[in-house]
C-alpha cells in the first residue's frame, strides 16, 4: 500500500512538474530576459549536476554560463552569482532586496521554525535578534571583554601540546583545534565550558551537515514525505539532541536563580536570555515586543553554536593546513612573530594588529578555503532585473565565494596557488567591501560574528606556529598533504589533520 500511495505521488508530482516546467519556459520568454544557465529536467530541475561538491560543479558551470547564471533547484530558479562585480549588484547595490532566506526544512527543526538568527527572513524579529546578539555577545567591546578567556585557554593548549611534544607524540592538529574553539565559544555564549556535558561537536557537525546539504524535500515539496535521502529523520534526531540539551541548562540556570536572593549581572547572552524568560524581547517595540519563550532561545542558541564553533576551527584547520603544505610561508610567518613577539613568551592580542604577514597568511587562506563556500542562501523579496537579468521573486540566491577567490581576472594566472603575498599592499579587506574576498559575506547578512571569529582564529594560528615547530608524519612531503574538501554549510577538510610538534619557546 504505501509503495501504491509512492508511485501515485510520483506520477502526480511528474505531471505537474511537466505542466510546471513548460508554462515557466513559455512564459519566461516575454520580454523578460532570464539568466542563462543549463537547461533543467522536469521535477529535479539542474539537482542532478550538483555532485558531491556543489560549489565547484557550480563553479564550472558559471565558465560555461556567466557571473549570473539560472539553475532550477527542483522547481525553485535559483541564480547563481560567480563574480566579484556580480556579488556588488546582489550583496550591496540591490542588497535589500536579496536580504531574505529562504523558509527549509532543516530550519523548522533545528531553529524551531527559524526562531533563530541565520535563517529567518528579513523582517522585524530577524532585526531585533540580530540587534540583540551584537548588544550581548558580538559587539566590538564585548569581543575585547572576553580576551581573559581566550588568553586562559590559549595557556592551557599550548601546555597539553608541549607534553604531547615532549612525549614525541603526533597530535590530531583538528580535533585539538575543535576542542579549543569548542571550549572558548562555550564560554563566551554560556559562561561555562561543556567539558563535562554531552558530546555537542558531533551535533554541530551534524546541524552544519543538514543546513548545508541540498535537500530534496525543499526543491521538490510532494517528495517531502517519502524523505528520500533520509535527511527528515536525521533532522529530528539532531534537533532532539539540540534541544534536550539546552532545556537541561535553561532548567539546571532557573533552579540556580530560584537560590539566588538578587538576580546576578550575567555577562554572557545565554543566561541573560534566561533571565528574561516570558519576557519582552524588544519592550521599546510595543508592537513587536516579541515575548522570549523556550523555543526563542533554543533557536538562537543553535544558530549561535553552529555559526561560531564550526566556522572558526574549520577556518583554524585549512590555514595550519596550507602553512605545512608551504614551508616558506611557515617559516616567515615564524620570522614575522619571533621579530615582534620574541622567543621567550607566547603571543598576546596585543601582539596581533602588528602582525601583518599573519593577516595575509589568513586572508589568502580563507581566498582559498571560504568556509561558507555558497554564504548562507539569500531570497529575493520582490521582481527585480539586475544587470538586464530577470529575476523572480522568492528565487534563491547563491553567491560561490569559492569560485570568487579562484577568478583569474582578478587572482592572475596563479589564482590556484597558496601565495599570501598577493596581498602585500593590494589594499584588500576580508571585511565586505572588497567583493573579490568575502568570506564573511557582505551587506545587511553579512557575519556579525566576524570579529569574535576572526580575533579567535588569528590567535589560535599565531599561538600554534609561534610556540611549535609542525612536521608532517610518517615522512609525508608537503605536496603530498591531502586537501580533500567535505561539503556542507561549512567546507571543512574531509579527513583529519595530523602533525608531530616540537618545542620552540625559550624557556
Ligand atoms: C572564521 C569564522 C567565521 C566565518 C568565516 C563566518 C562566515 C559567515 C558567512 C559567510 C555568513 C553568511 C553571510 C551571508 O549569508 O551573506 C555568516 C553568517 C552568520 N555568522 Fe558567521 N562566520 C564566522 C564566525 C562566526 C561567529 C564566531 C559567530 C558568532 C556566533 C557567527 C555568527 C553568524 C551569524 C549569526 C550569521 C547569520 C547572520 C544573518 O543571517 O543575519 N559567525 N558567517
Keep these: 500500500m504505501p509503495s501504491t500511495m509512492a508511485l501515485f505521488l510520483v ?4 505531471l505537474c512538474s511537466f505542466i510546471y516546467f513548460f508554462r515557466t519556459l513559455t512564459t519566461n520568454k516575454n520580454d523578460r530576459k532570464l539568466p542563462p544557465g543549463p537547461a533543467p529536467l522536469p521535477i529535479i530541475g539542474n539537482l542532478h549536476m550538483l555532485g558531491k561538491l556543489p560549489h565547484q560543479s557550480l563553479h564550472r558551470l558559471a565558465q560555461r554560463y556567466g557571473p549570473i547564471m539560472l539553475i532550477k533547484l527542483g522547481h525553485v530558479p535559483t541564480i547563481v552569482v560567480s563574480s566579484p562585480e556580480a556579488a556588488e549588484l546582489f550583496l550591496k547595490v540591490h542588497d535589500v532586496v536579496f536580504a531574505s532566506r529562504p523558509k527549509v526544512q532543516s530550519s523548522d527543526y ?5 526562531k533563530g538568527l541565520a535563517f529567518t527572513e528579513y523582517g522585524s524579529y530577524w532585526r531585533t535578534v540580530r540587534k540583540w546578539c551584537i548588544l550581548h555577545l558580538l559587539s566590538a567591546l564585548k569581543v575585547e571583554s572576553f580576551a581573559p578567556v581566550r588568553k586562559a585557554e590559549m595557556v592551557s593548549l599550548v601546555e597539553s601540546v608541549r607534553a604531547m611534544a615532549a612525549e614525541g607524540e603526533t597530535l590530531n592538529l583538528s580535533q585539538q583545534v575543535a576542542k579549543v574553539v569548542e571550549v572558548i565559544m562555550s564560554r563566551v555564549i554560556f559562561g561555562r565550558c561543556m567539558d563535562d556535558e554531552v558530546e555537542l561537536k558531533p551535533l554541530i557537525e551534524e546541524t552544519m551537515y543538514l543546513a548545508g546539504v541540498f ?3 525543499d526543491y521538490v515539496p510532494f517528495l517531502a514525505p517519502l524523505d528520500l535521502q533520509g535527511i527528515k529523520r536525521r533532522l529530528k534526531r539532531t534537533s532532539n539532541g539540540l534541544h534536550a540539551f539546552f532545556d537541561k541548562l535553561i532548567d539546571e540556570i532557573e533552579r540556580e536563580s530560584k537560590n539566588i536572593e538578587e538576580r546576578k549581572s550575567y555577562t554572557d547572552i545565554f543566561h541573560v536570555m534566561v533571565s528574561l524568560l516570558n519576557t519582552p524581547m524588544n519592550p521599546a517595540d510595543e508592537e ?13 542558541m543553535v544558530d549561535m553554536v553552529a555559526a561560531s564553533f564550526d566556522t572558526t576551527s574549520t ?15 611557515m617559516a616567515g610567518l615564524q620570522q614575522e612573530l619571533e621579530t615582534i613577539v620574541g622567543r621567550n613568551r607566547m603571543v598576546e592580542e596585543s601582539d596581533l594588529p602588528k602582525l601583518t604577514y599573519l593577516d595575509m597568511v589568513i586572508k589568502e587562506s580563507l581566498r582559498l578555503h571560504p568556509v561558507a563556500p555558497l554564504l548562507i542562501p539569500h531570497e529575493s523579496t520582490e521582481d527585480i532585473t ?49 567583493f573579490q574576498l568575502i568570506p564573511f559575506g557582505a551587506g545587511r547578512r553579512g557575519c556579525p560574528g566576524m570579529q569574535l571569529g576572526l580575533t579567535t582564529l588569528r590567535l589560535v594560528v599565531a599561538q600554534l606556529v609561534h610556540c611549535f615547530d609542525w612536521e608532517l608524519p610518517d615522512a609525508l612531503l608537503p605536496n603530498e598533504l591531502d586537501m580533500t574538501e567535505k561539503f556542507g554549510l561549512s567546507l571543512p577538510r574531509a579527513n583529519h589533520l595530523f602533525a608531530k610538534p616540537a618545542y620552540r619557546l625559550v624557556g
Excluded at 533545528?110 to 527559524?114: D, H, I, M, P, Y
Excluded at 513587536?288 to 538562537?300: F, K, Q, S, V
Excluded at 577556518?315 to 610561508?329: C, F, G, K, Q, Y
Design 11 to 14: 506520477l502526480l508530482g511528474t
Design 288 to 300: 513587536n515586543p516579541y515575548i522570549i519563550g523556550r523555543e526563542n532561545i533554543r533557536g538562537i
Design 386 to 434: 539586475v544587470n538586464g537579468h530577470f529575476i523572480p521573486k522568492k528565487s534563491r540566491i547563491v553567491v560561490n565565494v569559492w569560485s570568487l577567490g579562484r577568478d583569474c581576472t582578478v587572482w592572475s594566472d596563479n589564482a590556484e596557488e597558496f601565495f599570501p603575498e598577493r596581498f602585500d599592499n593590494s589594499g584588500i579587506d576580508l571585511r565586505g567591501h572588497d
Design 315 to 329: 577556518a583554524i584547520e585549512w590555514t595550519l593546513s596550507e602553512l605545512l603544505r608551504h614551508p616558506r610561508v
Design 110 to 114: 533545528l531553529t524551531c521554525g527559524a
Design 215 to 217: 535537500n530534496l524535500s
